[in-house]
């Protein structure tokens, strides 16, 4: 049941000290193609934060909502189509491009940014169904576009590292999974992971390089940047293609002139909106497709801990301090 809508909300965002704090907006009204979302959960994921840094940065404050992602019921429409079918029905939704975000009790985005959710997908996963299962489909399909024979793919204790694994081996396609410490080794070989490498180790480049030769692993996945990233490129086989898709170290990759003129290897940027654009409407709906089928069972997202969105700061605070151990959702008052 669609029930009253407010003439304004609760809505998370950053003070002047660059802390978030919760604070009253006026609730968004959509325009043509859009809709507005009442929103039920939405994680706390590295692009949210890379994004807060972003406008922290550039002194946007006063106006941003952070949170690209989330769940919620579609509340009202503008006009078009999509919309119009939408309404009503509980969905999957983005904020990306959208000038307000997930974490607040509204959200007005294009409608399609916004995938309907079947009965059987919780809010919870509904509200993680975008990101990185897409993402990980993504990475499966660059795979078999490029006839790789094994990928490496680093971080791989994350929600998404998870979700390539599977797919992975789904496609029954070798993958090295790297982690940056004994306590993720170990997470990974208990849950049946193989091919796990420590990059905190000394051997590391030495196991890594063999192990890539002896695959052919030549589909590299870097969300770490740094050194790891001149570490990954020495140790590929000629002609390996490194894919950077976060920055979790915070430090811009690393590259060297031998491993990128000598050895013919190559390094790309991955970001799932574009590449969903460069695809055109053929490749997002077989994406959304697949991901709508795969996520009931195969793809489902571990949560830590649930948040009111009056206690985003301690929300934030609580995923960097163990971002293994799943992911946190915030909750608006009403849900
Ligand atoms: N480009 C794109 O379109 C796209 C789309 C989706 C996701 N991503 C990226 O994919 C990555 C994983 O996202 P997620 O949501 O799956 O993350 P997540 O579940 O929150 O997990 C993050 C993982 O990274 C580890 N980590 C943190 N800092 C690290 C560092 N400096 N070196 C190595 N490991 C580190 C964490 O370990 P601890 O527990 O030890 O902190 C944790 O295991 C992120 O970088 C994200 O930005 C990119």
Redesign the pocket.
Known sequence: MITAIPETMSAVCLNDDGRLILCTKPVPHPGKGEVLVRMTAAPV???DL?RIRQVKEAGGQASFIPGIEGCGTVVERGPGLLPRLWLGRRVACSAVLASSGTWAEYLVTSAANCIPLQAGISDDQGAMML??PM?AVAFLDIARSGRHKAIIN??S?????RMIERLAAIAKLPLINV???EK?KAILINTGSGNVLD?SVESFTHELQELARRLDATLILD??GGN?TRQLLQAVPYGSSVLV??????EQPEVDHRSLVAENKKING????N?LNEGGLLRKLRCIYRVRKLVKNELPIKVQRRFPLDQAQQAVDT??G????G?VLLVPPSS
């Open positions: 994921n590295p692009s890379a990101v990185n993402t680093t971080a204790a994350s929600a998404l590292g982690v940056r410490n993720q990059s969300a770490v790891l898709y976060g920055n979790l170290s915070g991955f970001y799932l909106a590449w995923y960097l163990n971002m293994t151990t992911k």
